[in-house]
């Protein structure tokens, strides 16, 4: 069976950085688009960032972009996403998600409704 576990969230002031981790099983992970989600309370789930089976092509949000970096290590079955210069505006869970079928194309990879498989989140909180 499929999992995907999260860790590395926590609480951190504004402007420090986190390191989230995400570590599958149960799949062959190179076949799979990785991406990473949020949502905070209240607030639909978003995308935040994405990278190809073969470790190319990472897309981000605009809200992220500059300040995350998605990056995966297929020889260890793990996604990580750097957040550096956290805003308070970031609190939220994240999720890592696994897409089989995802394409690179229009809004196809930032579609949480294209991937898979999912974890069950980590909390990261940032304090003005």
């Known amino acids: 069976q499929v999992q995907l576990v999260e860790s590395g969230g926590g609480l951190v002031q504004a402007g420090g950085s986190l390191r989230l981790s995400c570590v599958a099983s149960?799949?062959?992970?190179?076949?799979?688009?990785m991406g990473w989600f949020r949502q905070a309370p209240g607030k639909e789930r978003e995308f935040v960032a994405a990278?190809?089976?073969?470790?190319?092509?990472?897309v981000y949000a605009d809200y992220v972009k500059g300040r995350f970096t998605i990056s995966r290590d297929n020889a260890k079955n793990t996604v990580t996403l750097q957040m550096n210069s956290l805003k308070p505006e970031d609190t939220a869970v994240y999720f890592c998600?696994?897409?089989?079928?995802?394409?690179?194309?229009?809004?196809?990879?930032?579609?949480?409704?294209?991937?898979?498989?999912w974890g069950q989140g980590t909390q990261v909180t940032v304090s003005s």
């Open positions: 990278i190809r089976g073969s470790g190319a092509d990472p």
């Open positions: 998600a696994a897409g089989g079928g995802v394409y690179w194309s229009g809004t196809h990879h930032r579609d949480d409704s294209k991937y898979d498989y």
């Open positions: 149960g799949l062959t992970f190179s076949w799979f688009a």
